[in-house]
């Protein structure tokens, strides 16, 4: 075998197809592009136009609401990332825990609109939430631990009076 018998394996190696060649090649003139208008133009197409047929985005019908804009935005904090944290001494389990604290700890990286505590993990230490939320789970843990759970309510953004 020498060097200039070494070839790729067949179908390796794939011919590319160049356009605008003559009438001949079969992709002359228009280059495969059609007619004029804004399709044979390059870096444009009409996107979502089925050729004058109601497009499949306006046939069907309008569901549901997203809640974007006013959407609160909470941090999830499961048990077993707290008890971690207590083991590892940088929660205080003696002081109440709420979001600046588990931030404070590196539990959280920022305090968004709340903390929901959820169940996952055991809970050895008492300790005293004060969250936005918690799941029956987490609340039965937390309790069993003998600690305590508050939920806190939303602060008012501004221009919203405080009900």
Do not use: C, W
């Not at 006013?70 to 003696?94: H, K, M, P």
């Amino acid at each position: 075998m020498k060097l200039n018998e070494i070839a790729p394996r067949p179908g390796a190696k794939k011919k590319r197809f160049r356009i605008g060649r003559g009438i001949g090649s079969g992709a002359g003139k228009t280059g495969g592009r059609g007619g004029k208008g804004q399709t044979a133009r390059s870096g444009v197409r009409i996107k979502g136009f089925e050729g004058g047929q109601m497009p499949l985005h306006r046939r069907l019908p309008k569901r549901g609401f997203r809640n974007v804009k006013f959407a609160l935005r909470l941090n999830e904090v499961n048990l077993y990332r707290v008890q971690a944290a207590i083991d590892a001494g940088r929660l205080d389990s003696t002081a109440t825990v709420d979001a600046a604290a588990l931030v404070k700890a590196g539990v959280l990286r920022r305090a968004k609109d709340g903390v929901r505590l959820l169940g996952t993990g055991d809970l050895k230490a008492k300790v005293d939430f004060a969250v936005f939320g918690a799941s029956s789970s987490a609340r039965a843990a937390v309790e069993k631990a003998g600690g305590s759970v508050k939920i806190l309510a939303p602060a008012p953004e501004e221009g919203e009076k405080a009900a």
